[in-house]
């Protein structure tokens, strides 16, 4: 059977957004293993049949002694394993993981962006100092023979196309990880106030004080609305919502922070309308494409990725990044239009069905994996 290794960051990351690929290639016939940073998922990992090998390595850290040893490593268990295809999801993985499967002598990679993230979409002094040699880095990696880049959105294409990180004959359109379409699915709208949920890790480049602050001009206004606040800090990133912050504004009482949320699909049954005014340089998110398949309105941030699940007018509303007024006036438009509320989340619905689903994301993930382990091991 030829051997499919996935290298994710993060176990609870994989689980999320790539464990129903992995489990849906072993049923196609090839031996999967997953190599991640295990904390509390590895059961389920092995319990969907997969084989599991532990990462030793953290997926925000800069320490140079460190990236060498997780390159070190990286390059010990591709020899050990000898896989066919490596696929590796998000930027860090695709740098080190490809300097490993170069120097390992492994050719055949997928590699998954995620959105162009911090990197390339901070304007933080530290994103800017390693933004050109990223590029420099990303140029010379997915250039080799049989390196194959996956994105979400055409406009992380055309950035990687134009600027001649990534060859445009190397790149594939696919839309995000997929949603279950079964699980979640579209209900009536609660009774009572409106409410606007952010499920998503709390940083502030998700937008997260933008939506509180567009939370209290609503107050202001006296308008009724309840803004619901689903996630946790991630202690890995510099951006990261101090959680003091959090309870405080809990406390406040001007929004609702319910930390981890395990049943997003009864989240979504409870709430009128998804918001998300992310700058953080998104792939597609999938807690928009679940929002959508749950027949909820959205309101986000007019950028990339998030433009590609809200059609602007007709699956929900484009604000301007980082401008809470603006938000504030969206909020406001489809708290007061209930019937605007379930065209919208109608015509998400349809969005999710056609272009979302799980099974159409997979199909396209596992031909590309045939393209790839159907030719000729490639030089270079």
């Known amino acids: 059977m030829p051997k499919i290794l996935f290298v994710v960051t993060e176990d ?3 689980c999320s957004h790539r464990l129903a690929l ?11 293993v997953v190599a991640t940073r295990v904390l509390d998922h590895g059961a389920q990992i092995r319990e969907a049949g997969l084989s599991l090998e532990p990462l030793n390595w953290q997926r925000r850290s800069l320490n140079p002694i460190a990236g060498i040893a997780a390159l070190g490593c990286l390059v010990r268990l591709y020899r ?16 080190l993981g490809s300097m490993a499967a170069a120097l ?14 911090f990197v390339f979409a901070s304007a933080s002094s530290r994103a800017r100092l390693l933004r050109p040699v990223v590029r420099r880095l990303l140029a010379i ?13 055409p406009d992380d294409r055309e950035f990687l196309v134009t600027r001649h990180m990534v060859a445009a004959d190397r790149i594939h359109l696919i839309r995000g990880a997929g949603v279950d379409l079964q699980e979640f699915q579209p209900r009536p709208e609660p009774e009572g106030a409106v409410t606007v949920a952010l499920v998503s890790r709390m940083l502030w480049d998700k937008g997260v004080g933008v939506l509180v602050e567009a939370a209290r001009i609503v107050r202001r206004r006296g308008t009724n609305v309840t803004v619901t606040l689903a996630g946790i800090p991630d202690a890995a990133s510099p951006n990261a919502v101090p959680e003091a912050q959090l309870r405080a504004w809990n406390h406040e009482g001007i929004v609702d922070w319910i930390g981890f949320c395990d049943d997003v699909p009864a989240l979504w049954a409870r709430t009128h309308v998804a918001a998300l005014p992310s700058s953080y340089g998104e792939g597609v998110p999938k807690s928009l494409i679940e929002a959508a398949a749950a027949g909820r309105p959205i309101i986000a941030a007019d950028g990339p990725g998030l433009r590609e699940i809200v059609r602007h007018g007709e699956t929900g509303l484009l604000v301007p ?16 239009d209930a019937d605007l509320r379930r065209r919208m989340g109608a015509a998400g619905r349809k969005l999710a069905e056609a272009e979302f689903g799980a099974d159409l994301v997979i199909g396209e993930t596992l031909a590309l994996y045939r393209e ?5 091991w490639p030089d270079g």
Do not use: M, S
């Open 12 to 14: 609870w990351y994989f």
């Open 22 to 32: 992995a489990v849906a290639a072993r049923g196609q016939g090839y031996d999967v």
């Open 80 to 95: 050990h394993l000898r896989p066919d295809l490596v696929h590796h999801v998000a930027l860090k993985p695709v740098i």
């Open 104 to 117: 390992a002598g492994r050719p055949r990679t997928v590699n998954a962006l995620a959105g162009l993230g």
């Open 141 to 153: 990696l997915l250039g080799r023979g049989g390196a194959r880049v996956i994105v979400q959105n």
């Open 321 to 336: 990044p980082g401008d809470a007024e603006a938000l504030a006036d969206a909020i406001e438009q489809l708290a007061g």
């Open 372 to 376: 790839l382990l159907g030719t000729p």
